[in-house]
């Protein structure tokens, strides 16, 4: 009677075995979910990152470049200025 008791404890019947080989493989999957969540959460920040130092160095090169035409600008303006000074001085030291 004895053993009867210890073979009925150590046998399994199928239903349990597939029902626990079920769980063991849900929370398989539960477990590669989140570790994929996780990991996109990280490049997601990454991204996030990335976006922020690109929008600062755009304003940066904009400052950068705009600062550059306006002393381009300034420069051909007063290129302009000075070669129009010129020609009219040239034109009335001709006239006198």
């Given at each position: 009677?004895?053993?009867?008791?210890?073979?009925?404890?150590?046998?399994?019947?199928?239903?349990?075995?597939?029902?626990?080989?079920?769980?063991?493989?849900?929370?398989?999957?539960?477990?590669?979910?989140?570790?994929?969540?996780?990991?996109?959460?990280?490049?997601?920040?990454?991204?996030?990152?990335?976006?922020?130092?690109i929008e600062v160095l755009q304003f940066a090169l904009h400052?950068?470049?705009?600062?550059?035409?306006?002393?381009?600008?300034?420069?051909?303006?007063?290129?302009?200025?000075?070669?129009?000074?010129?020609?009219?001085?040239?034109?009335?030291?001709?006239?006198?």
């Amino acid at each position: 009677m004895i053993e009867q008791t210890k073979t009925k404890k150590t046998y399994i019947s199928s239903s349990q075995l597939m029902k626990e080989k079920q769980q063991k493989y849900n929370l398989n999957i539960v477990w590669n979910v989140t570790q994929i969540m996780l990991k996109g959460k990280k490049m997601l920040d990454q991204i996030s990152n990335l976006i922020c130092i690109i929008e600062v160095l755009q304003f940066a090169l904009h400052r950068t470049l705009s600062q550059v035409g306006g002393r381009q600008f300034a420069l051909k303006r007063i290129y302009h200025d000075k070669m129009t000074s010129q020609s009219l001085f040239s034109e009335e030291l001709k006239s006198v």
